[in-house]
């Protein structure tokens, strides 16, 4: 099963004769509507079979699909400059990064109080918060808060 298999991405024949077609010969765009429904790292991990699946991984349809509906909102967060040029698989993999968001805020430890970023798998928006960075409105009173250290903690 295992020669069969390497036959067809080489585009080699299923019998082994080299003379079938192979999974090269799917046309790119065919490709791109599977991939749609994938998850991103099996899309990279696909990718490095042929040319036609890497040319289909690296289509703005398929990581368009990818991207939350707010990403826009997330590049806001960045520089233009930084994502200015890029293809959607290049804005899919610079959201996968946490982005610092407010001031970006950093603790004596280089801790970010604040970022958020887009998960590799789920295309889902994850935000960190740290309990530092917090305010609750109304109680800022200094005798509703104190910090407890405990050999747990980070600070």
Same mark, same amino acid.
């Given at each position: 099963?295992?020669?069969?298999?390497? +036959?067809?991405?080489? /585009?080699?024949?299923?019998?082994?004769? /080299?003379?079938?077609?192979?999974?090269?010969? *799917?046309?790119?765009?065919?490709?791109?509507?599977?991939?749609?429904?994938?998850?991103?790292?099996?899309? %990279? +991990?696909?990718?490095?079979l042929n040319r036609a699946f890497r040319g289909a991984a690296s289509s703005n349809a398929v990581w368009d699909s990818k991207l939350p509906s707010n990403y826009q909102d997330l590049l806001d967060l !960045?520089?233009?400059?930084?994502?200015?040029? !890029?293809? #959607? #698989? /290049?804005?899919?993999? !610079?959201?996968?990064?946490?982005?610092?968001?407010?001031? $970006?805020? #950093?603790?004596?430890? $280089?801790? *970010?109080? =604040?970022?958020?970023?887009?998960?590799?798998?789920?295309?889902?928006? %994850?935000?960190? *918060?740290?309990?530092?960075?917090?305010?609750?409105?109304?109680?800022?009173?200094?005798?509703?808060?104190?910090?407890? =250290?405990?050999?747990?903690?980070? =600070?």
């Amino acid at each position: 099963m295992g020669a069969t298999l390497s +036959n067809l991405t080489e /585009g080699g024949g299923a019998n082994g004769t /080299g003379n079938g077609p192979g999974l090269g010969d *799917i046309p790119e765009s065919c490709v791109a509507c599977v991939f749609m429904y994938l998850t991103p790292p099996e899309i %990279c +991990n696909l990718a490095r079979l042929n040319r036609a699946f890497r040319g289909a991984a690296s289509s703005n349809a398929v990581w368009d699909s990818k991207l939350p509906s707010n990403y826009q909102d997330l590049l806001d967060l !960045l520089p233009p400059d930084r994502h200015l040029n !890029l293809s #959607k #698989k /290049g804005i899919f993999a !610079l959201l996968s990064r946490p982005i610092p968001f407010d001031d $970006g805020t #950093k603790l004596a430890l $280089g801790l *970010i109080l =604040q970022e958020v970023w887009v998960d590799r798998v789920t295309s889902g928006v %994850c935000m960190s *918060i740290s309990a530092k960075a917090m305010l609750i409105t109304g109680i800022e009173d200094r005798r509703y808060w104190s910090w407890i =250290q405990t050999e747990e903690s980070s =600070q």
